[in-house]
């Protein structure tokens, strides 16, 4: 597999694979009139970012009436069906749902789906969005300054047994492949401790997550850290993505694709765009990202491109009616 930098001679022209996110746990509607928190936004907006390049989408769930974060089956299944019916992207289902739900809420959307890709949290931590509160007033939804605050006092807890399960549950006993998001140095050492026992396999597809408060910070320092670590403790074993929560989420994302990686974008993440605006949609992410690395004469994997490269199971597989 490719994972060389322009310092190992790898800068040949190769197939980046784009993740977008489309709508997360993070931000909320008063944050953006963007953010798409409907089922038929969330289908709409997810079916434009694969449109617009978007190999994979990573998915959350909302509660239609208010947008709250939901972890809800019923919520997946209204949307799920509506993006498979248009496109055919690899749809990935969130088991980290939001960090203030418990682990057997988060699982049941991706229990039901036995989707070909789920995320899977490397390690408990603080997740803390709760200095995003001081930056709006007159909120939408009580729930919105309530949420922010709770991650304050608790944690977003992803225990080995809780991880353990995932893997037996989702992996073993579904077929689903993961996105291993890794915060910090510490969780690329968890995944390669469950490579060494054999409870996770090649070709490991890692997100290297910067920027989230608790894990490590969004700076080119650090990704390069992550990656040397990755490096060092899992060789040839894996590959991997770049995400960046905040608004340095292109800058970061287009280091990953000089160090060889791949990249996920989308409003989960941020809700920016260079230079500094609220981005209009996540198809405009997406996009721009895609010019980024075609300018530096990569190209985009199409979504059987990704299959094939993450050894997927292919989405005839799947339970898309849930
Ligand atoms: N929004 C990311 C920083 C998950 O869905 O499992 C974290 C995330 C977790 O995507
Ligand atoms: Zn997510």
């Known amino acids: 597999m490719i994972k060389g930098n322009l310092s190992e001679g790898a800068c040949v022209s190769r197939k980046i694979i784009i993740t977008c996110a489309v709508t997360g746990s993070i931000y909320t509607p008063t944050m953006s009139p963007h ?14 970012a694969a449109e617009a390049g978007a190999a994979i989408i990573h998915l959350h769930a909302r509660v239609p009436e208010d947008g ?18 248009s496109c055919d992207a690899v749809l990935n289902i969130s088991t980290g749902g939001s960090s203030l739900m418990s682990l057997e809420t988060r699982l049941a959307p991706a229990r039901a789906m036995k989707p070909e890709m789920c995320s899977l949290n490397m390690g408990s931590m603080n997740f803390g969005i709760f200095t995003l509160k001081r930056k709006y007033e007159n909120w939408q939804h009580e729930w919105e300054p309530q949420l922010l605050d709770a991650t304050r006092h608790t944690m977003f807890t992803n225990t080995y047994q809780d991880i353990e399960n995932i893997l037996a549950d989702l992996g ?16 690329i050492e968890t995944l390669a401790y469950y490579l060494r026992q054999g409870l996770v396999k090649a070709p490991l597809y890692v997100q290297f997550v910067l920027g989230v408060m608790g894990g490590i910070g969004a700076s080119p320092e650090n990704l390069l850290a992550m990656k040397s670590c990755a490096d060092r403790l899992l060789g ?22 000089i160090l060889g990686g791949n990249v996920r974008v ?39 491109e990704a299959r ?15």
């Open 266 to 304: 989308g409003l989960e993440d941020s809700l920016t765009i260079p230079p500094g605006r609220l981005a209009t949609s996540n198809a405009e992410q997406v996009k721009k990202i895609r010019t980024i690395i075609e300018e530096m004469g990569h190209s985009v994997a199409t979504p059987e």
């Open 68 to 85: 709250r974060p939901s972890a809800d089956p019923d919520h997946f299944r209204a949307f799920i069906p509506v993006i498979n019916d």
């Open 35 to 48: 953010l798409p928190v409907t089922p038929a936004e969330i289908a709409q907006s997810s079916i434009e």
């Open 308 to 322: 094939r490269m993450l050894c997927l199971k292919g989405r005839g597989a799947v339970n898309m009616a849930l």
């Open 172 to 187: 073993d006993g579904a077929g689903a492949r993961f996105e291993f998001e890794c915060y910090d140095m510490g969780h």
């Open 236 to 257: 040839d074993n894996y590959q991997f993505s770049v995400l960046a929560a905040g608004r340095h989420q292109i800058e970061l994302a287009t280091m990953g694709v």
